[in-house]
């Protein structure tokens, strides 16, 4: 499926939780890894307020994309911030969604 870029040029954004390892099996710990490079996958809490209205998105980042640090309520920007729909069966019943993916996530100066 293909992805969408997101324009945040006017938008502020802010950590609302800290990025936390992304499983890619829950029952085993296995921890979800970047196809491309290798790199272990977080998943970060942003809050994002444009044109008067803020939303709250889950943001899946590789670990090399971040440094140590991003606390809730600090203002970053973000690079390279795609969404793309998603859409799969479990336990016979279909879900779907949106799922977001930035390739990196620095403090704002």
């Known amino acids: 499926m293909p992805s969408f870029k997101i324009d945040l040029s006017t938008a502020v954004v802010f950590v ?14 296995e921890r979800a890894m970047d196809r491309e490079t290798g ?8 809050l994002v307020s ?13 670990e090399t994309g971040y ?3 991003l606390q809730p309520g600090m203002p970053v920007k973000v690079v390279g911030l795609k969404a793309r729909d998603w ?7 279909k879900r779907h969604g949106i799922s ?5 996530i620095t403090p704002a100066v």
């Open 39 to 46: 790199a272990g996958l977080s998943t970060v809490g942003l």
């Open 87 to 93: 859409e799969n069966e479990f336990n016979g019943q």
């Open 100 to 104: 977001f993916r930035a390739v990196a």
């Open 16 to 29: 609302a939780t800290a990025p936390v390892p992304k499983l890619a099996n829950a029952k085993t710990g």
């Open 67 to 69: 440094s140590e640090g």
């Open 50 to 62: 444009d044109e008067g209205e803020g939303n709250l998105y889950q943001v899946t980042i590789p």
